[in-house]
C-alpha cells in the first residue's frame, strides 16, 4: 500500500501574508478609508469649531470673553444700549448690510443670466475677450478692484456720490460675474435640443427661452441668488472703499471698526448674525429651487448642491 493511503490526505498550509498590517499601510495608507475620514474630518472640526465659539460667545452673559455664562440674549436685543438690536451704529449697519445684499442679488443675478445667454449664443474673437474680461475679477485682488471702482467715482463719474449708490455700484459690476459662469455651466449641460425642439413644435425664439429654458435653468439661477448674496453681505475691501457717510457703512466694516478699538460683545452677536442670514438665504433659494423644479427630470438636487 503506498505510503499517502497510510498517511491520510496530505494538507497544504495557506502562504502567510508578507509583512503585517504596519508594513501594508505604511506602503499605501490610503488602501483603507480610515485615514481619508480621519483627514475629513478633522478639516471640518477645525473649520467649525471657531465658528461655534463665536456663536457661542455672542450669547455669552458676560462682557469679557474669557469668562463664558450661557446662555443670554443680552448682546442681542435684551442690553438697553449695547445689543446689536438697540445699538444705532450696529443697527444702522445691519439694515445696510441687508440693503446692499438684497439689492445687489436683485440686479446681478438678471443681468447675470441675460450676459450668460448672450455670451453662450455670441461667437467670435470679440465675445472670447467680452468672457475673459468677465472671469476678470476672479484672478485680480479685491483690493485692486475696489480701488480703481474708487478713483472711477472719485475722478470721472464725480456725478454718483460715494455712499450706497457707489457701493451698490461696484458690487455689482464685480459680482455679476458669478451668475454669468454658474448659467454657462448649466447651458453646457442642458445642450440646444430642448430650444429646438420647443421651435419645431412652433414656439418662437423667445418663448422658447421663456417656457423652456429659463425652467431649466432655475438651479443655476438659484444658486447664484445664493452666493452672491453670501458674498456681498461679508464684503468688506469694495464697500469700504465706497463707503461714504457713516451711515453707508455696513456690518462688516463696523466689525473692523470695533475690533480694532475696544470690541464689544454685540460684535460676536453681529457675526452670527452675518452668518446666520447666509444660511437663511441659501435654504429659502432651496426651497424656490425644489417648488420651481418640481416635476423637472433634468438635473437634481446634486447639481444645485454641486453649484453652490
Do not use: C
Amino acid at each position: 500500500m503506498s505510503e499517502s493511503v497510510l498517511t491520510g490526505p496530505q494538507t497544504h498550509a495557506l502562504p502567510r501574508a508578507r509583512g503585517g498590517f504596519v508594513r501594508r499601510w505604511v506602503r499605501n495608507p490610503w488602501r483603507r478609508p480610515t485615514i481619508l475620514a480621519t483627514i475629513t474630518w478633522g478639516y471640518l472640526a477645525w473649520s467649525l469649531i471657531p465658528l461655534v465659539i463665536a456663536i457661542a460667545v455672542s450669547f455669552n452673559a458676560s462682557r469679557s470673553s474669557s469668562s463664558v455664562h450661557l446662555f443670554s440674549l443680552q448682546w442681542w436685543w435684551t442690553d438697553p444700549s449695547d445689543s446689536l438690536l438697540h445699538d444705532p451704529e450696529l443697527h444702522s449697519a445691519v439694515i445696510q448690510s441687508l440693503r446692499l445684499s438684497l439689492t445687489t442679488m436683485v440686479i446681478a443675478v438678471p443681468l447675470g443670466v441675460a450676459f450668460a445667454l448672450g455670451i453662450d449664443r455670441w461667437h467670435g474673437r470679440l465675445a472670447t475677450g467680452v468672457n475673459f474680461v468677465m472671469l476678470l475679477s476672479f484672478v485680480m485682488p479685491e483690493i485692486i478692484l475696489g480701488l480703481s471702482v474708487f478713483f472711477v467715482f472719485s475722478f470721472l463719474l464725480k456725478f454718483v456720490p460715494l455712499g450706497s449708490t457707489a457701493q451698490i455700484l461696484g458690487l455689482v459690476t464685480f459680482q455679476v460675474s458669478y451668475p454669468v459662469i454658474i448659467v454657462r455651466a448649466r447651458l453646457l449641460s442642458i445642450g440646444k435640443e430642448y430650444e429646438e425642439a420647443a421651435m419645431d413644435l412652433g414656439a418662437t425664439p423667445r418663448q422658447s427661452i421663456r417656457a423652456v429654458l429659463l425652467p431649466l435653468l432655475y438651479p443655476a439661477i438659484f444658486a447664484s441668488a445664493a452666493i452672491v448674496f453670501a458674498d456681498t453681505i461679508d464684503d468688506f475691501v469694495t464697500v469700504r472703499y465706497l463707503s461714504g457717510p457713516v451711515s453707508s457703512e455696513p456690518l462688516s466694516v463696523k466689525i473692523y471698526n470695533f475690533a480694532r478699538g475696544q470690541p464689544s460683545p454685540a460684535i460676536n452677536a453681529a457675526a452670527t448674525f452675518m452668518l446666520g442670514s447666509t444660511i437663511v438665504v441659501a435654504l429659502v433659494a432651496y426651497l424656490l429651487y425644489r417648488v420651481f423644479t418640481k416635476g423637472q427630470r433634468i438635473g437634481g438636487v446634486g447639481d444645485f448642491a454641486t453649484q453652490l
